[in-house]
């Protein structure tokens, strides 16, 4: 199991992220935590199980912002996605989760773009809008522009919005314009 610590910065707002990544040859999980000053200030800590192919079977996030605290687990089934153990026939069809404030889950869609520049990708997400504790479909498209550099262009919830993405050779973000940047803790 190789086992890292990878820490993001927001760019836009004052906000950091510590995640912890384990990739096994079955399956890769990870663990995060979020502090955010947005929207009154919130800690956000979120917990991933993917397969081994990097596609997300669940994820379970818990939100603290002052003295409201919230939960939410999104799971993959045959056909669609649960919500809290619900049924969501809204998000069938809805290839992967994309949770609002991490780079995190842009890895997904990123490792499934096809490497060639001017490939494109375009799936739908279960977007979970982190400060809202809310789930909701959304469209993507992910234009590879170079070995390691994609476009992100959303076509759904923030139509208009694009971004290009830097990143590693595992598909993880290391620059995401606008919004994050990864960071090294002092050695």
């Not at 799936?123 to 170079?146: E, K, N």
Request: net charge negative.
């Amino acid at each position: 199991m190789e086992k890292s610590v990878l820490f993001w910065r927001r760019t836009d707002i004052e906000g950091f992220e510590r995640l912890t990544l384990s990739v096994g040859a079955e399956s890769v999980t990870a663990s995060s935590t979020v502090l955010c000053l947005e929207d009154g200030g919130f800690r956000l800590d979120h917990h991933w199980r993917l397969d081994a192919t990097w596609s997300a079977q669940s994820v379970a996030v818990e939100r603290w912002n002052g003295r409201d605290h919230r939960r939410l687990t999104l799971e993959r089934v045959p056909g669609g996605w649960t919500v809290d153990g619900l049924r969501r026939p809204d998000l069938d069809g809805a290839d992967e989760p994309d949770l609002s404030v991490t780079p995190f889950c842009n890895t997904f869609p990123i490792r499934r773009t096809p490497e060639t520049s001017g490939a494109s990708l375009t799936l739908d997400t279960a977007f979970i809008d982190g400060p809202a504790m809310m789930v909701h479909r959304s469209r993507q498209r992910y234009d590879r522009q170079g070995p390691g550099r994609v476009r992100y262009v959303d076509l759904g919830n923030s139509i208009g919005f694009e971004a290009d993405i830097r990143v590693d050779e595992r598909g993880l973000v290391v620059v995401y314009e606008h919004l994050f940047e990864r960071v090294a803790p002092p050695e």
